[in-house]
Nanobody, 131 residues
Framework: QVQLMESGGGPVQAGGSLRLSCVIS????????VAWVRQLPGKEREGVAA????????YHSDSVKGRFTISQDNAKNTVYLEMNDLKPEDSATYYC????????????????????????WGQGILVTVSS
């Protein structure tokens, strides 16, 4: 059974930092496209970062580029989202998502975040940034 477990969210003041973690279990393939996707109530999901496990390339959306960094620790089956200089508009529920069918270029080129059609999703974790 595939599970994606997020942790590390919570309240933070504007300008502060948080690191989200996503522990992935149950996947037995070498390359998995893993992304962080956020959503505000009543709004569409917005993909903010993606990587392909085992690879070096990453993708960050324009809204978070330079402030957020996605990374991986393959030994721990964990993908991270380091969030710095947080703004109130970053407040959202953040989801970890994974897909075994997306190829490397599609994932790290940003296309995976256009439709956010991933096979597997975590339960989501809330990030609240106060001004």
């Amino acid at each position: 059974q595939v599970q994606l477990m997020e942790s590390g969210g919570g309240p933070v003041q504007a300008g502060g930092s948080l690191r989200l973690s996503c522990v992935i279990s149950g996947l037995r393939v070498r390359r998995v496209c893993v992304a962080w996707v956020r959503q505000l109530p009543g709004k569409e999901r917005e993909g903010v970062a993606a990587l392909s496990t085992g690879g070096r390339d990453t993708y960050h959306s324009d809204s978070v580029k330079g402030r957020f960094t996605i990374s991986q620790d393959n030994a721990k089956n964990t993908v991270y989202l380091e969030m710095n200089d947080l703004k109130p508009e970053d407040s959202a529920t953040y989801y970890c998502a994974a897909d075994t069918t997306m190829d490397y270029s599609y994932c790290t080129g940003g296309w995976a975040l256009v439709g956010n059609q991933f096979e597997y999703w975590g339960q989501g974790i809330l990030v609240t940034v106060s001004s």
